[in-house]
């Protein structure tokens, strides 16, 4: 079996415990208020806005036995850098804040998230930094473009209030077989290290979900 395909399975569990948070399940049935829709922006916001200094990191500390990937990590440099922004464009084109955005902090879930990866990659198997690339990456393939039809269906916000979650749905698909190809290559050992690690990171990543406002939430309020 492929190894995407054996990480996909065994990773099936804390797959679930993402899927099943109840603002993801509030959204594929067509159910989200915008306050929602805004706390998932500003969430993403705070952990995209690491993805090119963790990337580039990341190229800085790949052993030698992992230098084949600095070409690849080169490239995912090229195309991630500045999506922050298309997030901050996506909050204001909603009727968000972007600025405040912009100099928050972000809530707990989100920062134990970023500070894991940069462990990660400083303190541990740079390897398994892909971990949380396939994590988000299959995540927003399997969603975002379905989820991005349905919010905008249920809040009649503009197309301009979606470039992050359409570009990325498009985007990630293209990455998937591009990130099943390096994986394959791994060693064993680092191939190990992935499967952890994005086990892990379906926990973090669901607890970022789990703690946005949902709709019962909101009206209870």
Known sequence: MPFYERLAAETQAARDYLLSAPLIQDCLHGEIRKESYLA??????????HTTPLLMSLGGRLPDRLAWL???????ISEEIGHEEWILNDIAAAGGDADAVRVSRPDLPAELMVAYAYDLVHRGNPAAFFGMVFVLEGTSVALALNAADRI????GLPDSAFSYLRSHGTLDQEHTRHLADLLEKMTPDDQADVLRAARVFFKLYGDIFRALPTVRELRCN
Do not use: I, M, T
Not at 40 to 49: D, I, M
């Open 40 to 49: 998932f922006l500003g969430q993403a916001y705070h952990h995209v806005r």
């Open 70 to 76: 600095r070409r690849a990590v080169a490239e995912y």
């Open 152 to 155: 905008q269906q249920a809040l």
